[in-house]
């Protein structure tokens, strides 16, 4: 016990005698058991959210392609698809069928829009088995004038009232039928009645805030056309789906209401397939984790690479004093022991402060990943065990390599201070370090200016500005003087009601279109081209006169396609007078679809501005919303988004990778850092007797600087040509997924070559400095 107590009493005392290394060593342990443990942590709760669906194994999700729009895969479908399947094939067992509501809630403030809100089939509780906290959520979903809230928003309606019984007046959009298929729809008041609470769905694939019922009838009828629907089934047991699915296929009048090819996804299989404008679902790109589990390990290795080289450098430097312990009889298995000691209480000790640190950084690490994690789910079941293990991995995989390394110098070596001075598997490791930073600084390069190109395809994005009203308190003649007087201002060059992204869509023949209702500012605020034919000759809105893009010219014919003449969606005819530029209204993955731009005076009924080259996002901002103020007195104030943001918000997925990746580079740039500034101490402290010799023989200081920093100088040029290929493969596979993307460059990669030589060349240039310095007569005393 005695002897145990001295150990670790003389642990903390060399820990005293060595504060820097010993800063370091917690330094580097800290970062790597933070960033690893967090980015663990955080695809270990994703897999949890995959697979949160009861019954995973038998439920699925129908999936359809939308050959309307660029044949992208939806989850949203016709409402009476999921009651003729089940109707028509036996294998499946039930349905559960979502539909979107667009409605507002009346407040004495004006009118606030409803986020998450639907109607459901009362199978939804046999489905998803949500967590009920109040009330009687059952009798909620079986009728369709009750709601049931989840708590958060229960908090964010009716703050710490219990929301039971409140009652919620709702403008809602209401059919009115006229004839047999033929209808329009109001707006209308109805009141509703909280009658259930129920859990966040945190750790669910289903996102929602508000529920009501759903009635099997409204499936199938004509008004729902349109709408948003997300259907659920549960197959029987002995149901095979692929045998399922070619039944759907060849089941005409089904696949009439799919408007494609219908699939069965795996509920399991949910969560990492996200598909386009769903608004039901939660979804998470799988490339996003695999990425974040690549850089966990990496940084955890870098940190025991730190660890490793600092702890050697420390043991060689005290390597005279093992030495006088062994000739004294210490045994190995007790200072093996002792170094393990060391070693697992610096591993415990940095896992509590990366702990602490983790508890303070969830809430960043929380938005810049769109995630919901929190110190429990950290520590959440299996994640228990797999800290546990690599606390004990970390406590004796690098001692283990130390004494093995400690144990291969010759005792008399030891006492003669004639210990090998090069370690192969230090540079090695130093190497490795400057490999992953660098290709960590080169992916982030790439991905910025991918995102940057994205932001700038269309000419003046950053001055392109919709403005959108962020409560309903207003009448259509306010909005449409305050469009007026927007006019007037001098920071804004035009002003346009025509949507940055399309109105709706068409068919004609084979042809799939998106289309676009033009007013006479359209051409000078998005700077949209004509390379063939004219104008509109006027912007009536019964005009006959249509201009299209290259792409819907390439499928007719280029040289057929002025004067050509189609069937329009409203079942009118138009004729082709002009051919505009391609350019992208959706993400870039997706090729540019055939459009049509008609003329309109009235546009879509928008509002963009277009701000003059001088005039600030700022300031502009400010301009409308006084504006604003002013007009509508007692609403909020204006929602403005650059067309820049609003295609970079097309790639949500990518920008928050290019978060994580640009975090983490810094981080490994650290510890790469340091890893670096401790073998260049060891590098100066074993080649003192050189360096004496070499200063007594005539050598300069900066000639002793170049000889320290020239070896590190050659490794880190070696770990940037190790890099360099990888760079390149990982940013050509990540941009694979684009269709439209920045053109290549080297200058990116030679930036980071340059800023990781640059990180290098300070780290050593001191420790290079301070040998230059030395006195020759002080470093042959300790020789004496």
């Not at 940037?720 to 390149?728: D, N, R, S, Y």
């Not at 050509?732 to 930036?751: P, S």
Request: hydrophobic share 45%; aromatic share 12%.
């Amino acid at each position: 016990m005695l002897i145990k107590y001295v150990q670790i009493k003389m642990i903390f005392r060399g820990w005293a005698r060595n504060k820097v290394y010993t800063f370091i060593s917690l330094l580097s342990l800290v970062s790597g058991l933070t960033c690893s443990v967090l980015l663990i942590a955080f695809v270990m709760r994703e897999y949890r959210i995959a697979d949160s669906v009861p019954d995973s194994e038998c439920t699925y999700i129908i999936e359809s392609e939308n050959s309307q729009y660029n044949h992208v895969k939806m989850f949203s479908v016709e409402s009476e698809l999921p009651v003729r399947l089940q109707e028509t094939f036996p294998d499946i067992r039930d349905i559960c069928v979502f539909k979107g509501e667009d409605a507002a809630i009346v407040q004495d403030k004006g009118l606030l829009y409803t986020e998450k809100y639907f109607s459901v089939l009362p199978e939804f509780l046999d489905f998803f088995k949500p967590e009920v906290v109040s009330g009687d959520l059952e009798r909620v979903l079986s009728g369709t004038t009750e709601l049931a809230v989840s708590e958060s928003y229960g908090r964010k309606l009716f703050g710490e009232e219990n929301p039971l019984g409140k009652v919620l007046t709702m403008e809602i959009r209401k059919y009115m039928p006229v004839e047999k298929g033929y209808g329009y729809w109001v707006d209308a008041r109805q009141e509703y009645t909280v009658a259930a609470v129920f859990k966040d769905m945190k750790n669910s694939i289903l996102c929602c805030n508000m529920l009501q019922g759903l009635s099997r009838e409204i499936l199938t009828r004509e008004e729902t056309q349109g709408l948003e629907f997300y259907a659920f089934v549960k197959l029987n047991p002995k149901a095979d789906r692929f045998v399922l699915e070619k039944k759907i296929d060849q089941n005409a009048g089904l696949m009439e209401l799919a408007d494609g090819k219908v699939r069965l996804l795996p509920a399991d299989q949910i969560y990492f397939n996200p598909t386009e404008y769903c608004s039901l679902l939660r979804g998470r790109d799988k490339s996003l984790l695999y990425i974040s589990l690549s850089i966990a390990l990496a940084i955890l290795l870098i940190a025991c690479f730190n660890y490793v080289n600092i702890s050697m450098t420390r043991n060689m430097q005290r390597l005279r004093n093992t030495g006088q312990q062994m000739v004294c009889g210490a045994l190995v298995g007790s200072m093996r022991l002792q170094l393990i000691t060391e070693t697992f209480i610096q591993v415990v000790l940095s896992f509590g402060i990366a702990v602490w640190l983790i508890y303070e950084i969830l809430p960043v690490f929380n938005a810049f990943l769109g995630a919901d994690l929190s110190l429990s789910a950290v520590f959440y079941g299996p994640a228990r065990i797999v800290f546990l293990l690599l606390i004990v991995v970390l406590s004796v995989g690098p001692s283990f390599y130390i004494f093995s390394r400690l144990g291969k110098i010759q005792l008399s070596a030891v006492l003669k201070n004639e210990t090998q001075r090069k370690s192969e598997l230090i540079k090695g490791m130093v190497v490795a370090q400057f490999v992953v930073s660098a290709v960590l600084v080169a992916v982030v390069l790439n991905i910025h200016r991918q995102m940057e190109y994205i932001a700038h395809s269309r000419p003046d994005s950053d001055r392109i500005v919709a403005v959108n009203p962020t409560s309903g308190n207003f009448d259509e003649k306010t909005w449409d003087a305050f469009r007026n007087q927007l006019r007037t201002l001098p920071e804004i060059e035009a002003v346009t009601t025509t949507k940055m992204t399309q109105n709706m869509s068409g068919q004609t023949g084979d042809i799939n279109y998106c289309v676009f209702d033009c007013d006479d500012s359209y051409f000078d605020v998005y700077g949209v081209k004509i390379l063939m034919g004219n104008g509109f000759s006027s912007l009536s809105a019964k005009s006959d006169q249509v201009l299209v893009n290259e792409t819907f010219a390439s499928l007719v014919g280029k040289s057929a396609i002025l004067g050509y003449t189609f069937d329009y969606w409203d079942k009118s005819r138009k004729t082709v007078v002009g051919v505009v530029n391609d350019f992208q209204v959706d993400r870039f993955s997706m090729r540019i679809p055939p459009m049509v731009l008609h003329p309109d005076p009235s546009g879509a009924g928008r509002l963009v501005v277009k701000a003059g080259e001088n005039t600030s996002y700022a300031d502009l901002k400010m301009k409308i919303n006084t504006l604003w103020y002013e007009t509508a007195p007692g609403n909020t104030g204006l929602s403005c988004l650059t067309m820049a943001d609003i295609y970079k918000g097309f790639h949500r997925d990518e920008l928050r990778l290019m978060k994580t990746v640009w975090i983490f580079m810094w981080v490994s740039l650290l510890l790469t850092g340091v890893g670096l500034f401790g073998l260049a101490w060891y590098t100066v402290e074993s080649r003192k007797k050189e360096i004496g010799v070499r200063k007594i023989n005539g050598a300069s200081g900066n000639q002793v600087m170049l000889l320290i920093c020239r070896q590190f100088m050659i490794w880190i040029g070696v770990a940037f040509l190790i890099a360099l290929p990888l760079a390149f493969y990982f940013t050509e596979e990540w941009m694979k997924q684009f269709l439209y993307k920045a053109d290549f460059t080297l200058w990116t990669y030679l930036l980071a070559g340059g800023f990781i030589f640059s990180v290098g060349f300070l780290t050593v240039i001191w420790q290079s400095r301070a040998a230059a310095g030395l006195n020759p007569v002080e470093m042959f005393k300790n020789e004496i």
